[in-house]
């Protein structure tokens, strides 16, 4: 179903199944939305987004001992909380979350697969998934090495598959090193979340990732996260441990990871 190319701290997945129409579509509500006038935006932005981006920039990059993120965002958390306009920006970012969620379940699969357990063991495990949505807005900045668009962080979820446009802004952490991951048309970049770690009892690990801007071109990012619903407890999966490898993480329900722990970007 899928070429993965990649390894411990990304996967960049092509052929993935999806009609590329749905992912030109959820890019194109995003930009829509976004060059909407200020005024339009800023009520949906109020209630979604944790932003301190583009609109009072300049004042934020004065303030040095503040992190900055040099973004905007719409958060979907369990899809929802849609703006009217554009008028098909739901339907397109909901077929995107379909779409991309068979992909990664799929993916799931194979993790299963690859840690010798049975293949709809970790879809089975997480049970019913509930999704959210990041959509991310970087505008150009005056000063891009003063601020990042997104601060460095991993996803509190399963698998987040990260839907971006062509310009380039996505780093990921390998070893001492942040490298920048090149988009490339028609993929779509699956980072390891922390749920998926803990399941694991740590063989995959949640990739560390962060978003840079740049002077002249904005950007558009488009995160769905996979994840369980609050109830289900996340454990270190019996199957895996051994005397020599012991659990290295606690069971928490996914409801109590999200109220103990948190990286500063809204998931
Ligand atoms: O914009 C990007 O490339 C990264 C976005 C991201 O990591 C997120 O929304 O969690
Ligand atoms: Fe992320």
């Not at 495990?125 to 601020?147: I, K």
């Not at 996505?170 to 090193?177: A, E, I, S, T, Y």
């Not at 970049?189 to 904005?218: C, M, P």
Request: charged share 25%; hydrophobic share 35%; with cysteine.
């Amino acid at each position: 179903m899928c070429s993965v190319y990649g390894n411990l701290y990304k996967l960049l997945v092509v052929n993935h199944d999806i009609p590329q129409p749905v992912l030109d579509a959820a890019l194109k509500a995003a930009r829509d939305f976004f060059e909407m006038p200020s005024k339009e935006k800023q009520s949906y932005e109020k209630e979604t987004s944790e932003s301190n981006g583009s609109d009072n920039g300049i004042q934020s990059l004065e303030s040095k001992d503040k992190v900055v993120d040099w973004g905007d965002v719409m958060f979907h958390e369990d899809l929802k909380n849609w703006p009217a306009n554009p008028p098909d920006y739901k339907n397109a970012m909901l077929s995107y979350a379909r779409e991309s969620q068979k992909v990664m379940e799929k993916l799931l699969d194979v993790v299963s697969k690859e840690l010798r357990l049975v293949p709809t063991y970790f879809r089975d495990l997480f049970g019913d998934f509930e999704q959210s949505l990041r959509v991310n807005h970087y505008p150009p900045c005056p000063q891009p090495e003063l601020v990042l668009g997104l601060r460095p962080h991993t996803d509190p979820v399963v698998f987040t598959a990260l839907l971006e446009d062509q310009t380039r802004g996505l780093q990921v952490r390998n070893g001492d090193k942040w490298v920048t991951v090149d988009p490339e048309p028609d993929a779509l970049v699956i980072f390891v979340g922390e749920q998926l770690q803990v399941a694991s009892n740590g063989r995959y690990t949640a990739v560390t990732h962060r978003a840079v801007v740049n002077k002249t071109t904005d950007r558009i990012s488009i995160a769905m996260g996979l994840a369980p619903n609050s109830k289900v407890l996340v454990r270190p999966a019996p199957e895996l441990l051994e005397k020599s490898s012991p659990p290295r993480y606690e069971a928490r329900t996914y409801g109590e990871f999200r109220a103990t722990v948190s990286h500063g970007v809204r998931w």
